[in-house]
């Protein structure tokens, strides 16, 4: 048998840290993760740096002797002295930013779970105000960084070092849609509409008035409005112009998972036993997407807590106007899950792997 | 000082039934409501009527002298014996559709809080499959009910004795809609879609797999989708065609509340500042809603235990997209708040009178 | 009649503080409240005052014109310009135990929201660490200062200018206890517990890792375990030993609301009607206590929203084992509503104006 | 490699059996389990059965080609088609009465995760108003059947061919108080207390008033005060007398998880250290129970979706006066992961496998 991957999580003490932490300690494939927290040198935005937990412990208990692993501070000699092979970083996209390129010299491969890798295109990046301390180096791994939806880009990610994990967002939408688009059904002139709908941690662990549960709870509202970070990686993902689309995210009062409604016209009448084809067969062996019959949509608790992204549809009665919906947790087919399954494609296992 | 109002409460035991009562029982026009709930003979839809609690208990502490009204078994002596001059109706719409002849008959006033008159035409009514008794009287009185959204329609609903108290989620998507459409300004080719949102007492107090906590708390659904009856009552107040107009309710985890995200086109590029005064023009001098600057949008918060109904906007940089956001409460302003509303424009007294 | 009563809030962005300016703007003995923040000067903990926002807008939306209050820095010169004559301090203890001696000093009337004037036992004082500039003062007013919980203390808190507001959780409790104890019916040498339960809003708006929506949702814990300081509060005030009862608080995933399970052993056997009629007795007249029958037990959506505490009980059929539970807003009875029924009766108005 | 054993699940729809679904379908040791619904046959309390669902659906989607089970009508014909060995009952307790006399006559183990078969003493059992059919077999059967707590009673279990699998208060209160009580270490004159707090998957799937979404959220609730059945197992297991114990369930608003409070005087002054080494003593090598450091009290967030029972406790100064906070998961220890975990020890198996 082979010898199990070793890898490091950066960020292991965030909601996505934690449950890539997870994930690894009962991989098959890999040995105990070394688990990693940003310090003040890894953590360009902030002079002072937060303290942070030692231990990965939100919603592990404070006990020794039942996998309460403790959590490091970040350094390359730290890594090197563990024999890492695969670095996950779930880090600020700043943070991201800054290591990558050090990281891919020193020979790691890398998973960043953040937005500093996924845009190939400067206007969608501007949003993120990157300053690379080296300008070359970043051009170059930005266009060799590939966007790590294995449903899409299989073949790329096998042969990648450097995967751009996508936004949990993101995810939801580019896979309900890319079976139409990429048939050519879709009236693009009408424009699509997704209205997206994320429980509370998708916007992270920090303690903010806006997480605040009073805030929180008995409540719902839209945000980032015509500005969200993950338009971009939807529209270069589908090919889309930035006039044919419109993302609009909302927060829920759950803890975790993701519902999209989307709003697609198409460019001819159509029946849903053809709209539940295309899905079909574009998914088809495609162990982590789930298309459900016509007319029967995805709920959020159907997918949370596994890796699966579930995708429905009704169609109305002039066979032109089409509504998708898709459901996914954010933290896992939406972050850690779909990294794993990354992993396992840059390695060669099965996709499923570790995800069961 | 005038004689106060006598009123009664049909479905004293429902949700808007209660939400009725106690405002009723403040209201400084009315005298103490009576209160019925539904029998054996007022309910065509069953054979065998449920056991109603007797009291108005819900949210109600079981106790004496403070307040705990008794709910009596409806009969039309009953009514006679106590004067009452205005009939709420909180019952489903084919009892008010039975129920209301009668009671026009007999001199009572109506505001019915179901989908029962809401409705002029046919192809809009058909989803509801109502069943009258008398055909003829039943179209008059279809003719004669007024819509009762009272920022659209208060000079009607001055006039009138039977008043068809609006949908929560149409409220919500007619109020936001109705400055714009009525200005002229939307490219109604490229369509309007209704993205809402309700919490769980929109669905009614009956116990249902569906309204089980379990099934709601941390999940979000879509429901009748492109088949929602509030669909009609939409169409027919902005006289929209069924083509024009996509509405797709969703199932939130809190209990009251509903949010429209609402996706319009706009014929020209418009400045946001355009937009703002369209909205406060319409809207000056009515209590009840608050249009809000642009890009502040309302939330659930805002609203919740008010009659408000709270509305804002975000205009795309092209000027041409716009999004808008309106939020009320699904059984005030959605219902009990808007039918109060309804009798103060009846009885010729201030808009506001026992709703703040 | 009579002038209004010029009234400030300190504090009034807070949970407390913004139900205290909803409340007064509507009394109708009170003029329009002065709504005051925290600055440097009148923030004895921070060296550098923590941004607040100006307005009071957690759940107020922000427009003008529909009563979005502005919210002024606070200064003595402020108080003095708008003639300030009863000043509520929604403010931590600390600033509490600071600004009291001078609005004492300038003849203002205050109503202290904070534990800073509760506590008349140095032994259950200390756990605030209280640092008074000037001690013989702070002892003076110690000793002046009245508990106010209007139940018990209603002839000290007419003639008060000086009126300590009780702890939420501790309001639920002493009230709960009174009558039996005060009647000498339990049985001390068993000892008393109280397992009590609060919503979020009880820690405050600060966001924390405590109160992110995350950590609060799907959960429940307990906390301050032996070492709440609103214990100090119950023991006084019902004259108890520490050895006497144990108070155990706990986090409930709900935004307002406190539920007091309370076990109490009777010196004697005794009927469910005999207990009944202690509490009924003991209530007389009081409009703000509801006690529910025998086996009956109050939940927390019955007195949400209100002023109400109401308190139940449950009897084994031994006679001796008695459970009391009691429930109340914490925002409301337990801090401004309260606060408010403390002015009504500080100016000689009815315990319930401006609360229904 | 041992074939796979066969086991059947009746009560596959609800959520206990769903959890033992999804437990035993990757289970290593156990085949596919056959999944099973009522019918009229089997369910003596109602004379016309309810229409069940006929898939496992609760949170699964319904599609196909992805472990979406088919549920059966139970039949014992069907049971002995498909070569059942062990049955699963997660049926109500009247039900399960009635039918494991049959199934063990027919030569089959049975787990059942009901009521029926836990309690030795009459005056514990009355509560349930069994009507057994064959009074004498029902009898021996109630002897023979072993309660099914592993961490009390491994032993019995290994060579019993029926087990009464415990109830979910009942095995975070027995768990939390056996090793105290078993040293002997508790002053039972001054009498336990356990206050327990549930979420509402523990009341069953039955859609009722008291579990409708409205009902429950932002909501709290004792009910069941001295009346719950889960009190004659804890009497039994613990070898209390009535009078010595008080247990009062409690409603959160969440959807799985039980928090016990428990509320115990010692005997005599005792240390941090010696309550800490008791529970650790008592558990030594008991993968499923964790016991936490003094003061460092488990959350139920810390324990939901595991098959961990918690246990922490914080000792009053006075050495006295100890509480112990005990957590799990209602469904997974305290239902469907504790039936495995009886399985396990019944064919001889690792107490964890599957488990993890």
Known sequence: MAAKLKTAVLGATGYSGL????????????????????????????????????????????????????????????????????????????????????????????????????????????????????????????????????????????????????????????????????AGLVDLNRGIISDSKSGVSGAGKEPTARTHFVSVADNFSAYSVFGHRHTGEILEQLALDSSQFIFTPHLLPIPRGILSTIYVYLKRKMTAAKIQSCLQDFYAGKKWVRVFPASTLPEIQFSVHTNYCDIGFSLADDGRRLILVSCLDNLLKGAAGQAVQNMNLMYGWDEAEGLQ
């Open 19 to 182: 449950e890539l932490a997870r994930i690894l300690s009962r991989h098959p494939r890999t040995a105990s993760p070394l688990l990693l927290r940003r310090t003040a040198e890894t953590d360009p935005e902030s002079a002072e740096p937060r303290k942070k937990s030692a231990t990965a412990s939100a919603a592990s208990p404070p006990i020794s002797g039942n996998g309460h692993a403790h959590v490091e501070p970040f350094s390359w000699s730290t890594l090197k002295q563990h024999g890492v092979e695969l670095l996950f970083l779930a880090t600020p996209h700043a943070v991201s930013r800054e290591l990558v390129p050090d990281a891919i010299s020193r020979g790691l491969c890398v998973v960043d779970l953040s937005g500093a890798w996924r845009l190939k295109q400067e206007e969608h990046r501007a949003i993120y105000r990157f300053k690379d301390a080296d300008v070359k180096t970043a051009a170059e791994l930005t266009e060799r960084a590939v966007y790590g939806l294995p449903e899409l880009n299989a073949g790329q990610i096998k042969s990648s070092t450097l995967v751009a994990n996508p936004g949990c967002y993101a995810t939801s939408v580019i896979l309900a849609l890319a079976p139409l688009l990429f």
